[in-house]
């Protein structure tokens, strides 16, 4: 694997002054994936973005990781809900004069 693409997590949290044990939570959490090749770990540049919005959350709300992993939870559900209104909403235009 070319690792060109990933971002080292030493380097990253050297950089930002994050702890990596918030990285290697993340990823028991699921939120994130860290691949290692050759003893060094890894995030994708994707990740980032999920890294730094839970860190957000939890230095500026004070929300613990279980607390987000609900949030995220609750979130896919409604975007799964609206999707499926959008759907209906829809198909019942068939019905509309």
């Given at each position: ?47 980032l973005v ?36 959008r ?11």
């Amino acid at each position: 694997m070319q690792t060109e693409n990933y971002i080292l997590i030493n380097r990253y949290c050297k950089h930002t002054q994050t702890p990596i044990e918030f990285i290697y939570s993340l990823h028991e959490f699921g939120f994130i994936e860290v691949t290692e090749v050759k003893n060094q770990e890894y995030v994708r540049p994707n990740d980032l973005v999920e890294i730094e919005r839970i860190s957000r959350l939890k230095n500026e709300l004070g929300i613990n990781l279980e607390g987000i992993d609900a949030i995220n939870h609750m979130i896919e559900k409604m975007n799964r809900l609206e999707n499926e209104l959008r759907i209906v909403r829809e198909r019942l235009r068939i019905y509309e004069p």
